[in-house]
């Protein structure tokens, strides 16, 4: 089956310091990544994507990219920010079959001024 | 664009009653995703809908959980005769039809749902 797993949190950095948040995963054939980040008391939003190998996300400077050979879809920014405090979420989704997303369990970042 | 919409956003219920949960998607997006989230936990799917069909309800309860999506209106997830492991955020996700996006699924903020 597809499964994800996601480092354990809490992750606790200071401000402008170097995230990195590790995904790896499991699926047949070709799936799509995905990252989406939950604030405190709201939904999921989308962060960023990669659909096939090689690809590299990229949003709000938060980058991941997409390794076949080793199943990873690590996320990375060069400086965060107290205002990154939030919920990250790692996540499949297989093509061709079902849409359904298979989610991570989460890492809870904190970022301290 | 108004974004995926749900309601209510906090529902409680005490054991034994039904509790009913809607979620209206982006304009032109026709597919519907229901997922829940325990607390401190990552979301799991429930259930996949089009307009009208059942895609996949793999990941739904055989018991007291029935979800639709009816050719008007919103989609309802409803849960009978709850109990307090029924206790969680329940979040909607749509997506469009098809193109490059095919993929891509937009969350509402979700009910977060308290049975005492």
């Known amino acids: 089956g597809n499964s994800v797993t996601q480092m354990e949190g809490p992750v606790t950095l200071s401000e402008e310091a170097f995230l990195t948040i590790n995904c790896t995963y499991t699926?047949?054939?070709?799936?799509?990544l995905f990252w989406y980040v939950q604030y405190p008391g709201e939904g999921l939003q989308l962060l960023l994507k990669?659909?096939?190998?090689?690809d590299k996300g990229s949003n709000k400077g938060f980058e991941a990219t997409y390794r076949k050979e080793t199943t990873s879809f690590h996320l990375e920014k060069g400086s965060v920010q107290v205002s990154d405090s939030a919920v990250y979420f790692c996540?499949?989704?297989?093509?061709?079959?079902?849409?359904?997303?298979?989610f991570g369990s989460g890492t809870r970042l904190q970022v301290q001024p | 664009n108004a974004g995926v919409m749900q309601n209510p956003r906090h529902l409680v219920r005490r054991r034994g009653q039904e509790a009913r949960l809607r979620c209206s998607p982006m304009?032109?997006?026709?597919?519907v995703y229901w997922y829940r989230q325990l607390p401190e936990e990552g979301l799991k799917f429930m259930v996949y809908?089009?307009?009208?069909?059942?895609?996949?309800e793999s990941g739904m309860p055989k018991e007291r959980f029935s979800a639709e999506f009816p050719k008007e209106g919103p989609s309802i997830l409803r849960i009978q005769q709850v109990v307090r492991g029924d206790s969680a955020a329940y979040f909607c996700?749509?997506?469009?039809?098809?193109?490059?996006?095919?993929?891509?699924?937009?969350f509402g903020p979700g009910t977060r749902l308290t049975v005492t």
């Open positions: 996700a749509s997506s469009p039809p098809g193109g490059s996006a095919l993929y891509e699924q937009y």
């Open positions: 699926a047949t054939g070709y799936p799509s």
């Open positions: 990669a659909t096939k190998a090689d």
């Open positions: 996540a499949l989704t297989p093509r061709p079959g079902r849409r359904a997303l298979t």
């Open positions: 304009k032109g997006h026709s597919h």
């Open positions: 809908l089009q307009k009208e069909n059942i895609i996949d």
